[in-house]
């Protein structure tokens, strides 16, 4: 008989090192290539691409391929996404702006069961095998994870207390929503916004609480781990395309600037076939 287990969520209690893919194009094609490139999980995101909760089912599928856990980045706080995404067979879903400790409470609460949340009850959907797992509502309290993105100044000053909010898991920080909330546009890499974030990551890592951010290059990812980030995204799969053809344009422009255009030389014979013919 299948069981809801959470992978993810599990290797996050932890204090696993993770790395994660990020997916933009909403294509299930990309996402099934994604999850077997080697990631440790992959972000299926709502909120800043073409797909929505109706896209959700494929992607899963899609991701499911290798097994991959899969994150869901919701593109709000709205109850009846939340319901729908989680009836639809997501498991982990990481809420933008989550600024207070009302937010907080109301999205753990949109995520669990009675007497623990508010979520709405259906016995047949996605998420719990169309009734195949018969303890869905028993586990999936326990099994679903909620992470709260701290993306502005206001709430990485609470995240000492959004962490202590019964049913957040984890807490992610975004960093070029940050960036913007301290007005230096979407540098991510600023001075300000990297004391910020070491700030946090140590009071996680003190205290044990799982965090996450998204870092565009490998180096930077490196540099999250090191400040006491343990789930860290690399850039995106729209962007890692987008930089990859950029490099190849530039690289081809730069072979072809030496290359000779002049046309190769030809011979003509001029009334072959005629004096043919006369012969």
Known sequence: MPSLHNAFKHALLNRERLTGGWLLSASPAVAELMAQVGYDYLVVDLEHSPASTHDL??????????????????????????????????????????????????????????????????PLHRGNGYGAIADYFERSNKEVCVIAQLETAQAMGAAMQIAGVPGIDGLYVGPADLAV????????????????????????????????????????????????????????????????????????????????????????????????GQG
Request: hydrophobic share 45%.
């Open 57 to 122: 089912p494929a992607l899963l599928r899609a991701a499911g391929v290798s097994g991959s856990p899969v994150v869901v980045r919701m593109p709000s706080h709205d109850r009846v996404q939340v319901k729908l995404a989680l009836d639809l067979g997501a498991v982990t879903l990481f809420f933008p702006m989550v600024n207070t400790v009302d937010d907080a409470v109301a999205v753990a609460r949109a995520c669990r069961y009675p007497p623990f949340g508010d979520r709405g009850f259906a």
């Open 181 to 276: 909330s301290l007005g230096h546009g979407g540098n991510v890499l600023h001075p300000q916004v990297r004391e910020i974030m070491v700030e946090v990551g140590g009071f996680c890592r003190r205290a044990g609480v799982p965090l996450g951010t998204v870092m565009p290059t490998p180096e930077s990812v490196a540099w999250a781990y090191s400040v006491g980030y343990n789930f860290v995204a690399h850039a995106s799969d729209l962007g890692l395309l987008a930089t990859s053809a950029r490099a190849a344009v530039q690289r081809i422009q730069t072979l072809a600037a030496g290359a000779p255009m002049n046309d190769p030389p030809t011979q003509i014979i001029i009334g072959a076939d005629t004096q043919r």
